[in-house]
Structures are given as C-alpha cells and as structure tokens.
T-cell receptor
Framework: DSGVTQTPKHLITATGQRVTLRCSPR?????VYWYQQSLDQGLQFLIH???????AKGNILERFSAQQFPDLHSELNLSSLELGDSALYFC???????????????FGEGSRLTVL | GENVEQHPSTLSVQEGDSAVIKCTYS??????FPWYKQELGKRPQLIID?????GEKKDQRIAVTLNKTAKHFSLHITETQPEDSAVYFC????????????FGKGTKLSVKP
C-alpha cells in the first residue's frame, strides 16, 4: 500500500460527459502529480500541484483541469469526454512537510476510465 | 520538447539470463533517472534510481548505469526470475525538478521458466 488513495477505481461514462477523479496523497506529502496511462503511450505527465499551487503542466488537454485543496487532496476534472480519453489515470505524491523532494513518486492504484 | 526513448518495447529471456533495457533522454537539465516496475493491473513502483553525479548504482540483482555525455541510461537485471516479468519504465526529470518526470513508453519483460 503506497498510502495514496484514488477514487473511483473504475468509471464508465458516455462521450460528452464530465467526470471527476479524486486523489488523497500520502500523509504529509505536499506534491500531487497526475499521469494518464493509455495502452500504447506509457505514462503521460498531465499536471503537478504543490501545496495548493499549480507548479507544472504537461500534455494536459484544455478539456481537463485539476486543483489541489487546502487539505492537500486533489481532483482531476475531465469534461466533454471523447473515446480517446479512455485510460488509466494515476495520481502520485511525494515531498514531505519539509518540502524536500526525495525523488520517489508514490502512485495510487489508479482510476480506470472507460468512455463509451 | 523533452523526450525519453526506451528500447526494446518487448523483451523475452530465459530464467537465469540477464536483461538490459536502454533509454535516451533529450533534456540536458535532467538530473534524476528512476526506473519503475509495473506488474499487470498494479501501480508503478520505484525499483532503483540514479542521480546525475553518479555513473552506476547497484541493488542486488539490478543495476543502472548513466552516461550523461551521451544522455543515455540503462537498467540491467541479472539472474532473472519469473517474478521479474512486468513492464519497466525509465524516466528522466524535466526542467531540473526531481518530481516532474517524463517516462519512456515501457518495456514488457517476460521471463520464461
């Protein structure tokens, strides 16, 4: 158990819909990262939040947005869903209260999104 | 933009043989290079990492080498076992930050008993 909790584990929805994925980082971790894993694309970095602030953006579509709340949990919002958005979405956390980046990312179990 | 190339995409070895996976990266500011193992249906987990001030690091049967000049790093697994079968991802830090990683596309390693 990595200590990172993601919900829901599975989600099936239709094209055009909007979903929210939730992530609770390890206790004390200030950084939350979101990654998308599709069959042939490996792990694609989407966005990074540190202590409530957006720190870096990767290949995140404009239809996607994220935020990190004061209690450090994060949500990834996916809207106007398309078939190609079907993927496994991972949240990962790192960095303790001192803000030191240990390097290791602790991944949650992922949220599998299926868009029909 | 930043990129990490990983080869091969699939690798099949006999139990007891060695396995080597190679990666190249494009961002000269990268200073942290982890390797993650992802078993089927599971989350990626860190197995070994190396920082740019080190050329080689070993942990029991796994080792990683780094050539910063060539922007190349490799994972070596010796005496492979069936439980080593998984997808392995290399990664490189981007914009000098250890936490922001760009991943290779993965290598599916199969170890045949």
């Amino acid at each position: 158990d990595s200590g990172v909790t993601q919900t829901p584990k599975h989600l099936i929805t239709a094209t055009g819909q909007r979903v929210t994925l939730r992530c609770s980082p390890r206790s004390g971790d200030l950084s939350v990262y979101w990654y998308q894993q599709s069959l042939d694309q490996g792990l694609q970095f989407l966005i990074h939040y540190y202590n409530g602030e957006e720190r870096a953006k990767g290949n995140i579509l404009e239809r996607f947005s994220a935020q990190q709340f004061p209690d450090l949990h994060s949500e990834l919002n996916l809207s106007s869903l398309e078939l190609g958005d079907s993927a496994l979405y991972f949240c990962a956390s790192t960095a303790g209260l001192t803000g030191q980046h240990t390097g290791e990312l602790f991944f949650g179990e992922g949220s599998r999104l299926t868009v029909l | 933009g930043e990129n990490v190339e990983q080869h091969p995409s699939t690798l099949s070895v006999q139990e007891g043989d060695s396995a080597v996976i190679k990666c190249t990266y494009s961002d000269s500011a990268s200073n942290y290079f982890p390797w993650y193992k992802q078993e089927l249906g599971k989350r990626p987990q860190l197995i070994i990492d190396i920082r740019s001030n080190v050329g080689e690091k070993k942990d029991q049967r796994i080792a990683v080498t780094l050539n910063k000049t060539a922007k190349h790093f490799s994972l070596h697994i010796t005496e492979t076992q069936p439980e080593d079968s998984a997808v392995y991802f290399c990664a490189a830090s981007i914009r000098g930050s250890q936490g922001n990683l760009i991943f290779g596309k993965g290598t599916k390693l199969s170890v045949k008993p």
